[in-house]
Each structure stands twice: as C-alpha cells, then as structure tokens.
C-alpha cells in the first residue's frame, strides 16, 4: 500500500517498531469495547505490530509531527469491487478530526488508486462515535441487522449477540461530493 498524506496524518503500513503505540491503545477496554478482541498484553501488540507489518490490510494512522501511531484503519477487498472499510483509534486522540481525516482520505485512496465500486462499513449501534464518523463521510446506512454476531459470550458459554449498522457509499457518490466540494 503507498503512503497517504494529510494535512496532519501519515497512513502507512504497519512496522514492527509501533508495538508500543498499538500496545497504548489495545490495552484499553473502552476503546476495544465494540472490538472482536480483548486487550491484548505488550507481547500480544509486538506480534501483532509484526503480523500486521506484513499485511495491507492494517494501515498505521501516525501523526505527521512525530510519527506517534494514534490509530489504525482497516481495508479489505471483497467481491464486486466492494471494500471494507474498519477504524481503531487511541482515546486520547478521538474527538480532534483524525479519524475522519484519515478514513476520507483512505477512502478517496480507494475509490481513485483501488478501483473500488464501493465501500461498506459496519459498527454497533451502541457505538454513536463510529456511526456518526460514518455519517460524516457521507456513507449511507443501508441497515439495521439485529443479533447478527457476537464476540463474546457469558459465563456459561452463550453467546452475547449484538446488532450491526451497515453503511455505504459508491463511486458515483463519492465523486459527486468531491466535486461539490470544490464549488
């Protein structure tokens, strides 16, 4: 994946040396609250930051000024040019623009380099903060699927089911508000 550049941000591959950076906020539970995952220990983030250090599909979201990874992004290819778009960011670093900053700017990437027809989103309804980012990129909800996953489960194995908001934008779409944009 190339380097994506913005005003504040670098989203670049993962290195093996961002452990710590990832570490900071993988061992957060409220960040990792709508996660698949538990918090992970320094060990758990050092293999990660090397897994993810081979794959495109973990991007590293650092800041320009220092190179201090605040949050990552997350992108997949499905089937019919469709891309699946994922966001994880550091709490002490939500609220300031970056995810929005660097999800527009990944999905400008996509749709533009990629070749993407269209991409979809998911989150928690419970989860407003990544709705509303969803929101703020203009991405459409096309749904409301109810008790369709789970991660977790309780104490005598059952599982905790949640719901899921689904969100789109297409191609089409994306390059009309570019272009109002500029108007």
């Keep these: 994946m ?3 550049a913005t005003n504040r941000l670098i989203i670049r591959n993962f290195k093996p040396t961002d452990w710590q950076d990832l570490f900071e ?20 983030a050092k293999e990660e930051a090397e897994r993810r250090s081979h794959l495109d599909t973990f991007l590293a979201v650092s800041l320009q000024t220092s190179g201090k990874v605040i949050g990552n992004l997350y992108l997949a290819k499905g089937d019919f040019d469709t891309w699946e ?14 995810a929005t900053e660097s999800a527009k700017a990944l999905l ?12 979809a989103a998911m989150c928690n309804p419970l989860n ?4 509303r980012l969803l929101e703020r990129l203009n991405m459409r909800r096309e749904g409301h699927l109810l ?11 059952t599982p905790i089911w949640q ?21």
């Design 128 to 131: 407003e903060r990544s709705w």
């Design 85 to 98: 778009l994922g966001y994880v960011f550091n709490r002490f670093y939500q609220g300031q623009g970056y």
């Design 25 to 44: 906020y993988f061992s957060d539970e409220e960040v990792l609250r709508y996660e698949p995952y538990e918090v992970f220990s320094e060990k758990q």
């Design 163 to 183: 719901d899921t908001y689904e969100y789109a934008i297409l191609r089409t779409e994306w390059s009309t508000r570019a272009c109002l944009q500029t108007l």
């Design 147 to 157: 008790q369709n996953i789970y991660f977790k489960t309780d104490a005598e194995g």
């Design 108 to 119: 400008d990437y996509t749709f533009t380099h990629l070749g993407a027809r269209r991409i």
């Design 2 to 4: 190339e380097t994506i």
